[in-house]
């Protein structure tokens, strides 16, 4: 549900059937190689501030950025592309200050900036990309640093700095309605840092949360893999009748776990789809070290289902969500490595790290043009009490929430390029009994971000 429009959301699969572009430039030299490249990205300013409940502390951000990358031009299909990225604070609260009830710094806002280190403002920058690419009609590969797109690994640009993976990746067209996805990934930089790391030292950087004891859990800095397997097959069969949209992945993370993930989408009649979804994951390995208390997965086989009812129109766009996660244990997945993208996401609301849980989520969103649309959501969580560790890694709560997303594109020719996003989250737990630490960025807050990007 994010602003796709303004290129921050996960961006959507490109047709199965479209063919890779050819060659379209003559190149005779080295240097036409690079003169005849092509250079894009962003300039962004986002303002972000959060009041929490009661004498909890509230907090705002203001940063700006912008993110430059280049291509070379194609030769036989070859081509080199990189990225940069810089990040700067204008002003904010001292995001170094640790809220006096629950000991925490910052959580959203200083999500802009360096999550590991607080009291960076200026030192913000990360080379994203740098890769080596082929396209040809057959084969779509990378080698090196680049963005990469799935159901639980995904940019999720929508703060100043992506998701973004090292490694290799393949992509072939099969008969013009499907797609395979091949990847292996050894290296990520998470989202809101500046570093990249290896794949066992990358779980952790974000909390930890607790073990199934309430213990602080110690697999970071414990956690023994060498990388992701990752396998996707997405199939188009838009001009069946019905139309079925379908696609499934696996992720063997090599000696902590294996996830498989599928969704599918049927038209049951004009301009009404339903969707049902699923997930499996078992312990690979030794979950990552062979001591339990360091171990990042457990010895557990979880599983979740959702689903979906929607009305499309050309302007209007309307369903009802659902997610169940089973009482095995948790949904794990690694945070630094991308977010869920599952039927009833929505902003600001993780499932990951939850167990025996509900989420209930109503979107609409409105096309007023191809320059204005507007999004409301409402949601409803059910989650497992705080002390039961066993499905509740991250101190999540049950809450009742909602949602407003607007985005505009000025239309004057002279403002191409550039777009505007408001995007305001509440939250509320009624008749519940929580302590006040357990509410900080949790529920009981109102967010609200502004965000002004030239995309060029």
């Known amino acids: 549900m994010l602003a796709a429009s303004m290129g921050w959301g996960t961006a959507s699969a490109q047709k199965h059937h479209e063919a890779y572009p050819p060659d379209t430039l003559q190149v005779n030299s080295v240097q036409e190689l690079f003169t005849k490249g092509t250079v894009h990205g962003h300039v962004r300013n986002y303002f972000m501030a959060t009041w929490n409940h009661r004498e909890l502390s509230d907090n705002y951000a203001y940063a700006i950025g912008a993110e430059i990358a280049y291509k070379t031009a194609q030769f036989h299909g070859f081509r080199v592309g990189f990225a940069g990225l810089f990040t700067y604070s204008l002003f904010s609260s001292d995001m170094a200050q640790q809220d006096p009830v629950t ?22 920058d990360r080379l994203d990309e740098l890769y080596l690419e082929y396209k040809a009609d057959w084969l779509h590969a990378k080698a090196g640093r680049f963005s990469f797109t799935s159901p639980l690994m995904n940019p999720q640009d929508t703060r100043m700095k992506p998701y973004s993976f090292q490694g290799i990746s393949f992509q072939f067209p099969v008969r013009e309605k499907a797609l395979l996805t091949l990847a292996w990934l050894d290296h990520f930089s998470p989202r809101s840092t500046v570093e990249w790391f290896k794949a066992d030292a990358s779980i952790g950087t974000f909390s930890a949360g607790v073990d199934e004891q309430g213990n602080s859990s110690g697999y970071a800095h414990h956690t023994s893999t060498k990388g992701v397997a990752v396998t996707g097959l997405q199939v188009d069969l838009d001009a069946a009748q019905p139309g079925i949209h379908a696609e499934v992945w696996n992720y063997w993370i090599e000696n902590v776990a294996n996830t498989s993930y599928g969704r599918a989408t049927i038209e049951l009649a004009p301009r009404v789809k ?66 869920e993208q599952f039927f009833a996401a929505i902003s600001r609301g993780r499932m990951e790290g939850t167990g025996k849980s509900d989420l209930l989520v109503a979107k609409v969103k409105k096309h ?4 204005l649309s507007v999004e409301a959501a409402a949601s409803k969580a059910w989650m497992p009490g705080l002390d039961n560790y066993t499905h509740n890694k991250y101190g999540a709560v049950p809450y009742i929430g909602w949602l407003a997303d607007l985005n505009y594109s000025p239309a004057k020719p002279v403002l191409k390029g550039l777009n505007f996003r408001l995007l305001y989250v509440g939250r509320t737990s009624p008749g519940t009994d929580l302590p006040l630490k357990a509410m900080y960025y949790t529920t009981n807050f109102h967010n609200l971000s502004f965000i002004t990007q030239l995309n060029f």
């Open 368 to 371: 007023w043009s191809d320059r």
């Open 103 to 124: 000991g925490k710094h910052p959580k959203l806002e200083l999500e802009l900036f360096d999550v590991e280190d607080p009291e960076n403002k200026a030192d913000l």
């Open 274 to 339: 339903a969707g049902i979804e699923g997930l499996y994951q078992v312990q690979a390995g030794n979950g990552g070290n062979p001591e339990e208390a360091l171990a990042y997965f457990p010895d557990q086989h979880q599983w979740l289902v959702g689903s979906q009812l929607a009305y499309e129109t050309g302007t209007w766009n309307v369903s009802l969500n659902y997610l169940h996660i089973g009482g095995e244990g948790h949904f794990l997945f690694p945070r630094e490595w991308g977010r």
